[in-house]
């Protein structure tokens, strides 16, 4: 089984639906991630999280919002979905304590359609 | 604030030829930089990572980059292409003040000619 995994794989809404995706990861790791990837843009951080308690943003947050369920579990929330966030969504984690040098782990990614 | 550049978002070398990807990164602390390789439809996996430890820096798959601080460069090298190389790259820092967010550069698309 993967380490991150991310629900659902494909999935295509409609404009102004409410739409979760889900991620779980059984690294154990403290700090979760989420990321948006476009074309020509690479990845570009949405939130991302430290522990349950702390949440923050990133530098493309509007339209989103997140849940730290549980350690393990970060899900990200598009409360009224629009065309432009058609992308893959990829979330990631990373271990706490052993400085800015731990890498971040990657989930299959998400690709969203919104039409 | 940290930002990468990565030169090149399209990058053509025959099997065989060296691999050059360029990345450059602005800091205003001791960076951490990786580079990510991602395959089609896959997530992100990590090819090498500098931390302060050595300046030549090996990976995966024969991959290794160069940390040179005084052009603020981490360019990526393979001395010699395969077919399985064909992918996007990416290069990334890390802050080490303690925000520890990945910040990416736009990516380098590799394709190996035959």
């Known amino acids: 089984d993967a380490d991150v995994t991310q629900t659902p794989r494909n999935r295509i809404t409609k404009t102004g639906k409410r739409i979760m995706l889900e991620c779980s990861q059984t690294?154990?790791?403290?700090?979760m991630y989420w990321y948006r990837q476009d074309p020509g843009l690479g990845l570009r951080l949405i939130y991302y999280s430290f522990d349950v308690k702390d949440i923050n943003k990133g530098e493309i947050s509007d339209g989103y919002s997140v849940s730290r369920q549980a350690q393990a579990k970060f899900s990200l929330s598009l409360e009224s979905a629009i065309p432009n966030q058609t992308a893959l969504y990829f979330c990631?984690?990373?271990?706490?304590?052993?400085?800015?040098?731990?890498?971040?782990?990657f989930g299959q990614g998400t690709r969203l359609t919104v039409v | 604030a940290q930002s990468v550049t990565q030169l090149g978002s399209h990058v053509s070398v025959s099997e065989g030829a060296l691999v050059l990807l360029r990345c450059n990164y602005s800091?205003?602390?001791?960076?951490?930089l990786f580079w990510y390789v991602q395959y089609p439809n896959q997530g992100l996996q990590l090819l090498l990572k500098y931390t302060s430890a050595a300046t030549l820096v090996k990976g995966i798959n024969g991959f290794e980059a160069e940390f040179k601080k005084s052009e603020t460069s981490f360019h990526l090298t393979k001395p010699s292409a395969h077919m399985s190389d064909a992918a996007e790259y990416f290069c990334a820092v890390s802050d080490g003040s303690g925000t520890y967010k990945y910040i990416f550069g736009t990516g380098t698309r590799l394709k190996v000619l035959a």
């Open positions: 990631a984690t990373s271990d706490t304590g052993q400085g800015g040098d731990t890498e971040a782990f």
């Open positions: 800091s205003s602390v001791p960076p951490y």
């Open positions: 690294k154990g790791h403290d700090r």
